[in-house]
């Protein structure tokens, strides 16, 4: 389905980092997480990136999740799953080359 992206790092996933690949856009993905707050970062290099949900896995289960997009603040509804949070973007978002998508659950 469009705009979806599940990430889930078995290695590493206190600090992770990898490259990710889509139908129009690559970039990087980073994972970082402390004892009570996990960070996302979806940064296109080249091409664009357009987003609706999120599903990633946390060690927390989160009481807030903020997301920005190019620096701009992202309405989102957030729903536990077994394996972490799904986060749907209240609108669909494009992100573009240079550009990067910023998750903080706590």
């Known amino acids: 389905t469009t705009g979806n992206l599940r990430f889930t790092p ?3 996933p206190d600090k992770f980092k990898s490259f990710f690949t889509g139908p129009e856009s690559w970039g990087h993905l ?8 996990q960070k996302n970062e979806i940064s296109v290099l080249e ?7 999120l ?15 190019g620096g701009k ?20 978002v494009t992100v573009s080359q240079g550009e990067s998508i910023h998750i903080v659950c706590s």
């Open 10 to 12: 078995r290695y590493t």
């Open 30 to 37: 980073i994972q970082t997480r402390t004892a009570k707050t």
């Open 47 to 53: 091409g664009k990136f357009v987003c609706a949900h």
């Open 55 to 69: 599903h990633l896995q946390t060690h927390i289960t989160p009481k807030s999740v903020k997301v920005t997009a």
């Open 73 to 92: 603040p992202v309405a989102v509804h957030i729903t536990p799953s077994l394996e972490g949070v799904m986060i749907k973007l209240e609108s669909l």
